[in-house]
């Protein structure tokens, strides 16, 4: 079983919406804190946003006010709406599931779904 399964991925023009899904298991879901990631070409890899299991959120200084991440526990799925986007949105989305355990982080990386904003 793969542990994530990314959709919602495409080309959208400068000012548009996308919504991005993240399927994982239940295990994964209810125990680590659900992100996105994304990495431009050229680029470092970069964290967009996360929830915790509690529904705390954390977002990057270059999308809060434009992009909203939340969780469906019922479909153990997490979502990322991004409004208004730009073309510096254009990048490579991966969802991720971490947590620490004895002071040791693991990891779970999805497929990635590439996101091209432009006109």
């Known amino acids: 079983q793969v542990p994530l399964v990314e959709s919602g991925g495409g080309l959208v023009q400068p000012g548009g919406s996308l919504r991005l899904s993240c399927a994982a298991s239940e295990t994964i879901f209810s125990f680590y804190v659900m992100g996105w990631y994304r990495q431009a070409p050229g680029q470092q890899r970069e964290l967009v946003a996360s929830?915790?299991?509690?529904?705390?959120?954390n977002y990057a200084d270059s999308v809060k006010g434009r992009f909203t991440i939340s969780r469906d526990n019922a479909k153990n799925t997490v979502y990322l709406q991004m409004n208004t986007l730009k073309p510096e949105d254009t990048a490579v989305y991966y969802c991720?599931?971490?947590?620490?355990?004895?002071?040791?982080?693991?990891?779970?990386w999805g497929q990635g779904t590439q996101v091209t904003v432009s006109s």
């Open positions: 991720n599931a971490y947590r620490v355990l004895w002071g040791k982080r693991s990891d779970y």
């Open positions: 929830i915790n299991s509690g529904g705390s959120t």
